[in-house]
């Protein structure tokens, strides 16, 4: 049984429900719950001088790593807040640890997720942090209708065509303020003007993509086009023209409108807002449309209404005859996300038809060869299967002499214990605590003799002693920093090796998530030209 345990305090005080305090509580816990638990493998984890406010600590971040790689199966707080003090991070927290099957206890609440009082008291703290999450987003829709109405640029990248200006306005209060507004960007307008016309053509994102990438017609930052940024543009209400054909269909799509139908008179573009929102994971999500709040700009058209629905129009049957983008991603690929073709493009997994055998195999084929059909790239395709299969292999065989794992785990263990530094700071704390007597010998002579070349020498003399007292101390300090750096580097050499042995003995049990993870967390990337797999390791 692996059990961790982990203990914070804002600052150092030395007393109270010190880390140490709340260390010796969470063994006596841990000892008098869970029998079967031994000291080696209880793993301490401790942050001192960190609030808790966010989960940005080192140790928790530490702690979290190893969770990833080889998770704990009980991980014990002193309280509740030593974790978090915030509601929303510690409900997502704790969906963490139960996708990695891991109980957490905190001693003071008697929180324990493997009891069903412990998961009813979770559930609660999701309740609290949803209605918080919905709260915050209630207002700052309201804000958003507010500032929607004055049609204003909010910041960010401008969309391809635009530019962004400040100009001068007055206020509802007549107050004069500053404000930002899209700009025409002519040569650029040309090009989003080609795709929307290109598109009504062939209607296709796809053949879109392709012919985009075979002109070598790029963005505004001189990338290729792939087909999400060319979705992105042609759903963007910023090209349509406020007119009435349009705010029609804004209004039937359920968007809030922060306009009248009668201001949609044709000479201005629309302006879209909370069309995205990002999730805790840092991911962009597109709302669904009756999120959207839509509002006159005031820049031009670009696109009539008429012809900017019809792109929707076709974009929404090619939704619903599922003629979709493939996704560099299937439920078997293993290297999906770090193989590249030696051309720098990504190589996604391809499936084929089913075999004799009944399996349907897969090759991973190079993006860019894949949409520009072979003018960029003609790189041969990788067997997928058998591609996945070397990569495990060699992660397998990591304890095989000749296995670049094995040198890795080899020169970490070299690296682990350096030389001792326990008796050279035994030997600076005894310089320390000598020249302290010798300070305080001074002292009492200086009572005792008050004549001034006396007490003048005896000043320079505790000077000079106090100086080699600081000397001490700095490099106790730097020798403890060396010890830590020691500890940590024992520590990260067990997690690692511990990691390689659970990946080999459960392999076959394994699943198909946590051995790409796993593949992840070891390798950087993998590069095929054709011929060769060339395996670049992460961190070495």
């Keep these: ?188 307008l040309e090009t989003v003007k080609l795709m929307y016309k290109k598109f009504r053509e062939f209607r296709s994102m796809k053949k879109l993509e392709t012919y985009l990438l075979n002109r070598k017609i790029t963005t505004q930052n001189d990338c290729q086009f792939y087909v999400t940024t060319i979705r992105t543009i042609l759903t963007n209400p910023v090209y349509c023209t406020a007119d009435e054909f349009a705010y029609d269909y804004f209004n039937i799509q359920g968007c809030d409108i922060a306009a009248s139908k009668e201001e949609c008179d044709g000479s201005h573009g629309f302006m879209g807002y909370s069309k995205t929102e990002t999730s805790r994971g840092g991911e962009r999500i597109i709302n669904d449309r009756k999120e959207w709040i839509i509002a006159v700009g005031r820049h031009k058209g670009l696109i009539s209404g008429e012809e900017w629905v019809e792109v929707q129009g076709i974009l929404e049957e090619n939704a619903d005859s599922k003629i979709k983008y493939k996704q560099s991603h299937n439920p078997n690929a293993l290297l999906s996300g770090i193989l590249f073709c030696e051309c720098g493009s990504h190589m996604r997994p391809k499936y084929h038809r089913v075999n004799k055998k009944g399996i349907k195999p897969y090759s991973y084929m190079c993006e860019l060869k894949e949409r520009s059909k072979k003018e960029k790239c003609d790189c041969y395709n990788l067997n997928g299967m058998a591609a996945d299969k070397l990569i495990c292999s060699i992660l397998l065989n990591y304890d095989i002499p000749d296995n670049i794992f094995n040198r890795y785990l080899d020169k970490l263990s070299k690296s682990n214990f350096k030389a001792d530094t326990s008796e050279l700071i035994k030997n600076q704390e005894e310089i320390k605590a000598k020249k302290q007597k010798e300070i305080s010998a001074l002292i009492k002579a200086l009572t005792a003799d008050v004549n001034t070349t006396t007490i003048q020498y005896i000043n320079k003399e505790i000077s000079s002693i106090n100086n080699t007292i600081t000397a001490a101390d700095n490099e106790i300090k730097r020798l403890k920093l060396i010890e830590e750096g020691n500890k940590q580097a024992g520590h990260r050499f067990d997690t690692t090796k511990k990691a390689f042995m659970y990946f080999k003995e459960n392999f076959d049990n394994l699943s198909v998530e946590y051995k790409r993870r796993f593949i992840r967390q070891n390798i950087k990337k993998i590069v095929w030209n054709g011929r060769t797999l060339s395996v670049f390791i992460l961190g070495r």
């Design 1 to 188: 049984m692996q059990i961790a345990i982990y203990s914070r305090k804002s600052k150092f005080t030395g007393k109270g429900e010190s880390i140490e305090n709340q260390i010796d509580m969470c063994r006596s816990y841990i000892f008098s719950h869970f029998p079967e638990a031994a000291e080696d493998n209880i793993s301490v984890f401790e942050d001192e001088g960190f609030s808790g406010q966010s989960l940005n600590r080192p140790q928790f971040k530490s702690l979290m790593e190893i969770e990833k790689k080889v998770p704990f199966d009980v991980i014990v707080v002193y309280r509740l807040d030593r974790i978090s003090r915030n509601v929303g991070d510690f409900a997502g927290l704790i969906d963490k640890l139960n996708g990695y099957k891991t109980a957490f206890v905190s001693i003071k609440e008697q929180f324990d997720t493997s009891t069903p009082m412990g998961r009813a008291m979770m559930n609660i703290a999701a309740v609290f942090a949803q209605l918080e999450r919905e709260t915050i987003a209630e207002r700052v829709k309201d804000n958003m209708y507010m500032l929607a109405k004055t049609g204003r640029w909010l910041g960010g990248t401008t969309p391809l065509g635009f530019d962004s200006e400040k100009v001068d306005y007055i206020d509802d209060k007549g107050v004069s303020r500053k404000c930002c507004k899209l700009t025409e960007n002519c040569v650029q």
